[in-house]
């Protein structure tokens, strides 16, 4: 982790009519969302994929990055310009961000598949196709522990327990 800080990966830039990236995503990811004249989300409902829980305020919700900022850097991000870094850590392209619950984002922190997991075993399927897309997208490694778990959680998506 030499020379890590989150600061590296400038991240909730603006997105244009004063909405940072956490507010396009609320937006996004809500539904029935009002923002006010500063873009922030003043009311509608979220629901956490990570943990089954709804939500009706954005307070109560972290926007996750869904390959955490950290693995990121310790995958190969090291080496990446800080560009490079801004545009991962702000990316609405793919399914790198997603608005869940604080405590569930706050659980997950900064830790691979081999180490933590969705509670909701019916969110491992999606969790792990994405996590691979992501860590492919941007070309980053993947250690042995975390490419058995990925395997464990994709073998959901076709109804097998992976035992």
Known sequence: MTGYSRARFPHWVQQGHSC??????LARDGEDVKQDEN?????????????GKDFTSASDLDIDH??????AWRSGADEWTDAQR??????LEGPQLIAVSASSNRSKGDQSPDQWKPPLRSYWCT???AWIDIKSR???TVTAPERDALEEMI???YGSTGS
Do not use: K
Not at 20 to 25: A, G, P
């Open 138 to 140: 941007y070309d980053l």
């Open 66 to 71: 869904m390959v955490p900022l950290a693995q």
């Open 86 to 91: 801004r545009r991962f850590a702000n990316d």
């Open 20 to 25: 940072d990236t956490r507010e396009t995503v």
């Open 127 to 129: 969790y792990s196709r």
């Open 39 to 51: 873009c922030r989300a003043i009311s509608g409902t979220w629901h956490s994929v990570y943990d």
């Open 155 to 157: 073998a959901t998506c």
